[in-house]
């Protein structure tokens, strides 16, 4: 069953706006990722936060993980249209065996 | 370059008649996973391997069975596909899990097939 939810759904910017998505889990986790989906392929990793790390970065993208609220964000500074995309977090339920378990994604549209 | 290849990109079966999706990957990586995205839903693991051990997802259909021959190929057996099957299939790989003494890092995904049942 699915992890967790992203929050919003859908999320609508033009060019240079910071994008902001959340995400919610419910279990106790190792890590939490980040991926990008652009339309009708796969998955790209972007970003890997750990349990015990409560910020990162890479390049223009910014996560935050509060385990206490059992809640991340990533932030994606200055959008270009290419970042339009779907965008995915995704735990490993507290498992060691390298399974993850996704959330329903948030669409971002980048207008030029 | 290093890359998890799925083909074919695009599949049609009909209701009912079984259908193999492949995978083969060029990363040398011990583990694979199957993964189905239905249009708009999040990605829902079926099943993965590490090596040659196989671990089912709970609630993974008994229709879909998985066959991994060697490090570098994997197949999603659908045996009696059903218009709910209609999906992408998504084929990743990663490197030794936390359990076998690993890093779990991240997952490579390829491209998808994009299973349409008629």
């Known amino acids: 069953s699915q992890q967790g939810e992203e929050d919003p759904q859908a999320l609508s910017i033009q060019e240079g706006e910071n994008a902001t998505m959340n995400c919610s889990y419910k279990?106790?986790?190792?890590?939490l990722q980040w991926y990008r989906q652009n339309s009708g392929r796969g998955l790209v990793h972007l970003i890997l936060?750990?349990?015990?790390?409560r910020e990162k970065h890479s390049g223009r993208l910014r996560v935050t993980l509060d385990t206490s609220k059992k809640s991340s964000s990533l932030l994606i500074t200055a959008s270009r249209a290419a970042d339009t995309a779907s965008y995915f977090c995704?735990?490993?339920?507290?498992?060691?065996?390298?399974?993850?378990?996704f959330g329903r994604g948030t669409q971002l549209t980048v207008w030029p | 370059d290093a890359m998890v290849i799925q083909n074919p990109r695009y599949q049609v079966t009909q209701f009912g008649k079984p259908v193999t999706l492949s995978c083969s990957q060029t990363?040398?990586?011990?583990?694979m996973y199957w993964y189905q995205q239905k249009s708009s839903q999040a990605p829902k693991l079926l099943f993965h391997?590490?090596?040659?051990?196989?671990?089912n997802e709970a609630d993974t259909p008994d229709n879909f069975q998985s066959r991994r021959p060697n490090t570098s190929f994997c197949f999603l057996d659908i045996r009696s596909p059903g218009l709910g099957d209609a999906a992408m299939y998504l084929c990743?790989?990663?490197?030794?899990?936390?359990?076998?003494?690993?890093?779990?890092?991240?997952?490579?995904f390829g491209p998808g097939t994009r299973l349409t049942v008629l």
């Open positions: 990363l040398n990586h011990n583990v």
């Open positions: 279990t106790s986790i190792n890590n």
């Open positions: 936060i750990r349990s015990n790390e």
């Open positions: 990743a790989t990663s490197r030794e899990p936390l359990s076998y003494g690993g890093d779990p890092g991240e997952q490579f």
């Open positions: 391997y590490y090596d040659k051990d196989f671990n």
């Open positions: 995704a735990t490993d339920r507290g498992s060691t065996l390298g399974r993850l378990y």
